[in-house]
T-cell receptor
Framework: DTGVSQDPRHKITKRGQNVTFRCDPI?????LYWYRQTLGQGPEFLTYFQNEAQLEKSRLLSDRFSAERPKGSFSTLEIQRTEQGDSAMYLC????????????FGDGTRLSIL | GESVGLHLPTLSVQEGDNSIINCAYS??????FIWYKQESGKGPQFIIDIRSNMDKRQGQRVTVLLNKTVKHLSLQIAATQPGDSAVYFC???????????FGKGTRLSVIA
């Protein structure tokens, strides 16, 4: 399968713990995006990279959230000191980065905070 | 798996009928639009896209119509099948390079 891959698919943790998610984009895609989705809503943008450079962060991305894409390939999203409100589906998408190319999504990581 | 969109607008159609899902987009500067299909427990799946220099684009069993005057997008699915049951989202961005802004989803339920 050469699509976007996310790991883990599900994460259950206690409030206050740190969690890290991984995204492997489609191999030739230089843009990588993170979104968050809660029940009944469409995905909301968090941050994105072109190669290893983080180009934009949403105001939704508090200082407890950090994302990296160190070699311009896979990316990690870390949430420190998790809170109940962090419970959501975290989606990763990638695109070729050229004008008018669609973003392709992975199946997400479902985070549940106890 | 978990349900996506528990309280979304729902469109129920008979198997074999055509479906039309509508979307109003927000940014006049948006020039690239995508329809996604999302099944329970999965990420959004690309269906079809359209650029603002077009008003219609056809794929396999799907057609997207764009009306820039009223900022309206629609997705038509021909001969709807049970496998089409899912939540459908429209999304917009600028030149295909900026983060996507998603519209409110619509749950399509196909009655066999």
């Amino acid at each position: 399968d050469t699509g976007v891959s996310q790991d883990p698919r599900h994460k259950i943790t206690k409030r206050g713990q740190n969690v890290t998610f991984r995204c492997d984009p489609i191999s030739e895609h230089n843009r990588l995006y993170w979104y968050r989705q809660t029940l009944g809503q469409g995905p909301e943008f968090l941050t994105y990279f072109q190669n290893e450079a983080q180009l934009e962060k949403s105001r939704l991305l508090s200082d407890r959230f950090s994302a990296e894409r160190p070699k311009g390939s896979f990316s990690t999203l870390e949430i420190q000191r998790t809170e109940q409100g962090d419970s959501a589906m975290y989606l990763c998408a990638s695109s070729a980065g050229q004008g008018g190319q669609p973003q392709h999504f992975g199946d997400g990581t479902r985070l549940s905070i106890l | 798996g978990e349900s996506v969109g528990l309280h979304l607008p729902t469109l129920s159609v008979q198997e074999g009928d055509n479906s039309i899902i509508n979307c109003a987009y927000s940014n006049s500067a948006s020039d690239y639009f995508i329809w996604y299909k999302q099944e329970s427990g999965k990420g959004p799946q690309f269906i079809i896209d359209i650029r603002s220099n077009m008003d219609k684009r056809q794929g396999q069993r799907v057609t997207v119509l764009l009306n820039k005057t009223v900022k309206h997008l629609s997705l038509q699915i021909a001969a709807t099948q049970p496998g089409d049951s899912a939540v459908y989202f429209c999304a917009e961005n600028i030149q295909g390079n900026t983060p996507l802004v998603f519209g409110k989803g619509t749950r399509l339920s196909v009655i066999a």
